[in-house]
């Protein structure tokens, strides 16, 4: 009995195990250090250190 399809040759099956296991693990390792790493910019992110609120803002009206 044949236990292949014919579609993908061993190698490609192999490289395919692979780059599941490389995605699994960088999946781990992101879970794990969760908060330990933060975005370079964003709101959430280093851009934003040492910037007051601005006084007002969200009270302000359209001129018109």
């Known amino acids: 009995m044949r236990r292949t399809n014919g579609v993908f040759s ?3 099956r ?3 195990i692979l780059a599941a296991v490389i995605v699994v ?6 879970l794990a250090t969760g908060g ?3 975005p370079p ?3 959430g992110g280093r851009a934003s250190y040492g910037f ?3 006084p007002g803002v969200m009270d302000a009206r359209p001129l018109a």
Do not use: K, P, Y
Not at 25 to 30: D, E, H, M, S
């Open 10 to 12: 061993r190698s490609e």
């Open 14 to 16: 192999r490289l395919a």
């Open 25 to 30: 693990a960088v999946t781990a390792l992101a």
């Open 36 to 38: 330990l790493i933060t």
């Open 41 to 43: 910019a964003g709101t």
């Open 52 to 54: 007051a609120d601005l």
